[in-house]
Structure formats: C-alpha cells, structure tokens
C-alpha cells in the first residue's frame, strides 16, 4: 500500500499515512458524496465506493459512518515500489496485509 487517509465529516484530515496529501481530504469527502446522490445512491453514502485509476496508482474511496477513508496502492502496471513499514505504520505492527483485508478491518472495527 503507498497511503491510508481518513476525514472526518467536514472533510478534515484525521490521519495520513504514506504518500498521501492531506490538502486533498476534502475534495475526497466531496466527490464520495457526489457519487452518492447519483441515481440509485441516493442518500446511501455506506452503499457507495469509488476507485480513482491512474498509470501509477488506484486509489478506493468510501465512507464509514460519515468518515471518508482513502486507500491508495500503486497499480499492478506500475514500477513504483512501495515502503513496506508503511503498512505496519497504519495498523502498529510490522506485517503486510492486503488492500482486502484493511478494507475488512476498518469495516469492523472502524478507523482509530
């Protein structure tokens, strides 16, 4: 994973981690919002998940109880490497874990 970001209601960067601009936090909450007043969303933030693809990078972008989360990883086409203490960073521990699995855990147990 290249970076982890979470905001709160306002758009307010809570927690940035890895190659992430906290100045971005509210054009994140923004856009998730957008996407959720599209037809068949409405109003059902919790139902609605965006991916952002680049040649270098795909970022996922979702809401937990009114948080917008924003992961990022380099994508399978690019050369980027990515800092493997990052991830052990983000949760306090020093293994790897997949985009999956985080997905999974902040689900359950929601960002700290």
């Not at 190659?19 to 923004?30: A, E, F, K, Q, R």
Request: with cysteine; charged share 20%.
């Amino acid at each position: 994973m290249a970076g982890l970001m979470c905001c709160d209601q306002n758009g307010l960067c809570l927690k940035c981690k890895g190659d992430m601009n906290p100045l971005l936090s509210g054009s994140y909450t923004v856009v998730i919002r957008l996407a959720s007043q599209l037809k068949g969303f409405e109003g059902n933030t919790s139902s609605v998940m965006l991916t952002i693809e680049t040649s270098n990078y795909t970022e996922v972008v979702k809401q937990y109880d009114g948080h917008t989360v924003v992961m990022k990883s380099p994508s399978a086409s690019s050369n980027i490497s990515v800092d493997s203490k990052l991830l052990g960073d983000v949760h306090g521990k020093e293994d790897v874990r997949s985009n999956d699995h985080l997905r999974e855990e902040v689900e359950t147990n929601g960002i700290e």
